[in-house]
């Protein structure tokens, strides 16, 4: 069984900060890419950074100079910084890996985690 298990979520005025963070946990033999997506009301769910387990990092158009996506492999878990932010950024966010299960054989199962609110008032 595995868990990716946000946190960090809530409510920041326009231009303030937040950081979002998400462990995953379980039966885990190795993770691969994860990354942050969000769902605004009415929206579909959107990509919003992921990073390779060596580092690469890919960000949304819309994020790109405000939003910094890490890892920490030894732990398991991936941070979202979001700087700069705009009243667009209000969503859920979910964290989402790509994992290699114990005892799944050697493929990729992607996971995601059960979301977390951010709400950027103007």
């Known amino acids: 069984q595995v868990q990716l298990v946000e946190s960090g979520g809530g409510l920041v005025q326009a231009g303030g900060s937040l950081r979002l963070s998400c462990a995953a946990s379980g039966s885990i033999l190795r993770i691969e890419t994860m990354g942050w997506y969000r769902q605004a009301p009415g929206k579909q769910r959107e990509l919003v950074a992921t990073?390779?387990?060596?580092?690469?990092?890919n960000y949304a158009d819309s994020v790109k100079g405000r939003f910094t996506i890490s890892r920490d492999n030894a732990k398991n878990t991936v941070y979202l910084q979001m700087n700069s932010q705009k009243p667009e950024d209000t969503a859920v966010y979910y964290c989402?890996?790509?994992?290699?299960?114990?005892?799944?054989?050697?493929?990729?199962?992607?996971?995601w985690g059960q979301g977390t609110q951010v709400i950027v008032s103007s």
């Open positions: 990073i390779t387990r060596s580092g690469s990092t």
């Open positions: 989402h890996a790509q994992i290699i299960p114990i005892g799944g054989g050697l493929g990729l199962v992607g996971y």
